[in-house]
């Protein structure tokens, strides 16, 4: 079991900039594909950005550019580092945890994952 545990969400004016963590516990992080997904208020929730063991990475087109997602093995931690905020940023961001992807498209999935934090709220304000 992987437990995971985000932090670093807040309230912030649309065009700044906020850094959310992914703390992992129970294995090592390096072995699991990680995701960020996103939920806003009467939505679904949505694939952000991932990155693999190989730290290659995907970004959903709404966000690339102005995100970047990374990940630190030796703090078994990961981490997305979001910029030029705008106000439909606004939404629960989740951190998630996977297996090796067969494709690159399977990181995009929310059923590829196995594990999931509880999410933190990121409010961007116009």
């Known amino acids: 079991q992987v437990q995971l545990v985000e932090s670093g969400g807040g309230l912030v004016q649309a065009g700044g900039s906020l850094r959310l963590s992914c703390a992992a516990s129970?294995?090592?992080?390096?072995?699991?594909?990680m995701g960020w997904f996103r939920q806003a208020p009467g939505k679904e929730r949505e694939f952000v950005a991932a990155?693999?063991?190989?730290?290659?990475?995907n970004y959903a087109d709404s966000v690339k550019g102005r995100f970047a997602i990374n990940r630190d093995n030796g703090k078994n931690s990961g981490y997305l580092q979001m910029n030029s905020l705008k106000p439909e940023d606004t939404a629960v961001y989740y951190c998630a945890a996977g297996p090796t992807p067969i494709t690159a498209t399977q990181v995009m999935g929310i059923d590829f994952y196995d594990f999931w934090g509880q999410g933190t709220q990121v409010t961007v304000s116009s």
């Open positions: 990155i693999r063991r190989t730290y290659a990475t």
């Open positions: 129970g294995r090592a992080i390096s072995t699991y594909a």
